[in-house]
């Protein structure tokens, strides 16, 4: 299989051009090249999607292309360049482009944001679902029914530039006691960067189509924490603290500065980690235990010291803890 992947240097298109070029697919990545090698295995043409020079891939034919771009520019000029010269275009999209995140349950056929007006830039984190949207709109538009539109949660493991899930195997790995946050039965998904590109090569050789949700089993939040633990090699304990407490006392959900990552405010967001999946698994989408995933993580930590990883430092965990034991003390 041709396999064209419009980056190949950074993370998720790193992961989906080392599964392809693994199980034996002529693979070239088209990228700047400032985040790193492609993989082993696969070609490396120079094109920044910013200035695109499209003419360095003229003549060549293509049975997949595999884009992850969030700028809605990027991905209009390059199905634009090569609807002519492929037979199929992988976009992969992300959850977040969902109108209403409070529901449980829900699969791809969910109403979506509308996308943002002109006024609004493509590169506008503020806007990261609605230009998700277009950009999925410019795909299946050139490509029609050749197009697969994949929607991950949250993606995790080793490389992540993010840092959120990160935060988790290093916490446990250092802490004897950690804050875990909300309920211990709050839902929480994610899947492993190597897990989501293994089945989008598959889903490409397999020649499916439409749209897709994709992510891991919906996990209590009990057992997600257990299972990284596991992964780690410890055995902390779990000082559950309320979402109201976290929220007064200005802790920020999902990721940054002074954050707790995997944690969503309760009701508005209980439906961003609780998707349904099933047409996904039907498809063939397998994924690897928790444990593998933080044990990984945190072996490329221990390699990787300049990585990024957002949240809590041991200091703010340990105020807040000291905070909530009083505020306990007064309730019970």
Known sequence: MRTLVLGGTLFLSHAVAASAAARGHEVTCAARGVSGPVPEGAAFVPLDRDRPDWSRLAGRQWDVVVDVSRRPSQVRAAVDALVDAAASYVFVSTCSVYADHSVPGQGPEAPVLAPPGPDVADDDMEHYGGLKVACEQAVTERFGEAALVVRPGLIVGPGDPSGRFAYWPRRMAESSTVLAPGEPDDPVQVIDVRDLAAWLVGAAERQVRGTFDATGPRMRRADVLAAVAAGVGTEPRL??????????????????????????????????????????????????????????????????????????????????????????????
């Open 239 to 332: 000082v559950w603290v309320p979402q109201e407490f976290l929220l007064e006392n200005g802790v920020a959900p999902w990721m940054g500065d002074r954050s707790l990552p995997l944690w969503l405010p309760l009701p508005e967001y209980a439906g961003l980690m609780d998707r349904d999946v099933t047409a996904t698994v039907e498809a063939g989408l397998v994924v690897r235990p928790l444990e593998e995933t933080a044990r990984d993580t945190f072996d490329w930590l221990q390699q990787a010291p300049e990585a990024k990883v957002v949240g809590l430092s041991a200091t703010e965990q340990r105020e807040l803890l000291h905070r909530w034991h009083h505020v306990d003390l007064m309730l019970s």
